[in-house]
T-cell receptor, first 111, second 110 residues
Framework: KAGVTQTPRYLIKTRGQQVTLSCSPI?????VSWYQQTPGQGLQFLFE???????NKGNFPGRFSGRQFSNSRSEMNVSTLELGDSALYLC??????????FGSGTRLTVV | GQSLEQPSEVTAVEGAIVQINCTYQ??????LSWYQQHDGGAPTFLSY????GLEETGRFSSFLSRSDSYGYLLLQELQMKDSASYFC???????????FGDGTTLTVKP
């Protein structure tokens, strides 16, 4: 079984721009979660989708949004990028919710 | 809200046993998970405790005590490749959301 695939792996953007990150979960997994990881803040929950519906959202501003498609692939979008958005963005998929399989992440650098 | 506390750093020698503790505060949760993350890599799921007690998976074991709001990850026969960060996480009763601890950096020395 293929793992969780995130694209792109690395991204450099300028302040004020917007960015879209993509995540393809493990086949058969309908739950997709997104996390932001920074050295100072650890792993912070962004949101989770299940069957195209957002079930849960973390404490992030409205500039962070996401969606899930009928094939369970998910995208997250960050608009009006700020320097503080520089982080590793991780996507995780799960079948049962007991344990998550993470992708390798997208490292976003905002300059 | 939820919060988890774990030591920031632990050092041990190859072949030894190490225990990484995790205490938490929450009003409710489904279970406690553990993840390993090597530098530059993605977190990898290690273990999950839904019920009190010990779960064993090879050299790794995890324990949960709901009455004590406490869990731990036990690593036996430490190897150099076990040097990594280890995170405990609460599987929230809100489906699909996990709250992670800040992670424990384990350094295994020869």
């Amino acid at each position: 079984k293929a793992g969780v695939t995130q694209t792109p792996r690395y991204l450099i953007k300028t302040r004020g721009q917007q960015v879209t990150l993509s995540c393809s979960p493990i086949s058969g997994h309908r739950s997709v979660s997104w996390y932001q990881q920074t050295p100072g803040q650890g792993l912070q929950f962004l949101f989770e989708y299940f069957s195209e519906t957002q079930r849960n959202k973390g404490n992030f501003p409205g500039r962070f949004s996401g969606r899930q498609f009928s094939n369970s692939r998910s995208e997250m979008n960050v608009s009006t990028l700020e320097l503080g958005d520089s982080a590793l963005y991780l996507c995780a998929s799960s079948e049962s919710g007991a344990g998550y399989t993470f992708g390798s992440g997208t490292r976003l650098t905002v300059v | 809200g939820q919060s988890l506390e774990q030591p920031s750093e632990v050092t041990a020698v190859e072949g030894a046993i190490v225990q990484i503790n995790c205490t938490y505060q929450t009003s409710g949760f489904y279970g406690l998970s553990w993840y390993q993350q090597h530098d530059g890599g993605a977190p990898t799921f290690l273990s999950y405790n839904a019920l009190d007690g010990l779960e064993e998976t090879g050299r790794f074991s995890s324990f949960l005590s709901r009455s004590d709001s406490y869990g731990y990850l036990l690593l036996q026969e430490l190897q150099m490749k076990d040097s990594a960060s280890y995170f405990c996480a609460l599987n929230n009763t809100n489906a699909g959301k996990s709250t992670f601890g800040d992670g424990t950096t384990l350094t295994v020395k020869p």
